[in-house]
């Protein structure tokens, strides 16, 4: 059974970082790119960042380029997003999703139950 | 302002079908392939419905189709029953390893 677990959100100020977390498991990890996905409160879905399986390829929204920085770790089946510079408007719940095939943009298949990431002061 | 535009809402009586649409432009929903359609109750995580435009994931009902023309994306929900009451949204990838969701529909069931 795939299983896709967050973790690491919290409270945090204006300008500060955070590290989310992100253990799956029920496939095989190094095929699948794995990606986040936000959803602020009230509002509708934005892709955030991908990683390809193999880790070799990352992609970012332009809203969170050179703030945010997404990672793997293979032997631990486990993807990392690190939030720095945070703002006011990345309040949001972050979900890890799991795209169903290559390409990664065909369409995300299991999805955690997000963290929720509050910006404030 | 989302890159994908949807109707605010949509409703139907059980056994109805009902249409969402999921309009963008040819540097999105017309130019690629890439069109996914997400189903998600209040409280709980998004499910993919459809992808690749018209294909259905394992355990999706048959009744949820989905189909494309020119810039425009389509979502039909026929047979409708009370647990499709639920908010949709629609994504597109957009070219420049960029994808986009649309703002989403509240489907209601009457």
């Known amino acids: 059974e795939v299983q896709v677990l967050e973790s690491g959100g919290g409270l945090v100020q204006p300008g500060g970082s955070l590290r989310l977390s992100c253990a799956a498991s029920?496939?095989?990890?190094?095929?699948?790119?794995m990606n986040w996905v936000r959803q602020a409160p009230g509002r509708g879905l934005e892709w955030v960042s991908l990683i390809s399986g193999d880790a070799s390829t990352t992609y970012y929204a332009e809203s969170v380029k050179g703030r945010f920085t997404i990672s793997r770790d293979s032997s631990q089946n486990t993807v990392y997003l690190q939030m720095d510079s945070l703002r006011a408007e990345d309040t949001a719940v972050y979900y890890c999703?799991?795209?169903?095939?290559?390409?990664?943009?065909?369409?995300?298949?299991?999805w955690g139950q997000g963290t929720l990431v509050t910006v404030s002061s | 302002q989302s890159a994908l535009t949807q109707p605010p809402s949509a409703s139907g009586s059980p056994g109805q079908s009902v249409t969402i649409s999921c309009t963008g432009t040819s540097s999105d929903v017309g130019g690629y392939n890439s069109v996914s359609w997400y189903q998600q109750h209040p409280g709980k995580a998004p499910k993919l419905m459809i992808y690749e435009v018209t294909k259905r994931p394992s355990g999706v009902p048959d009744r949820f189709s989905g189909s494309k023309s020119g810039n425009t994306a389509s979502l039909t929900v026929s047979g409708l029953q009370a647990e499709d009451e639920a908010d949709y949204y629609c994504s597109s990838y957009a070219g420049s390893n960029n994808l986009v969701f649309g703002g989403g529909t509240k489907l209601t069931v009457l």
């Open positions: 029920g496939f095989t990890y190094r095929s699948y790119s």
């Open positions: 999703v799991k795209a169903i095939m290559v390409p990664w943009h065909k369409g995300f298949d299991y």
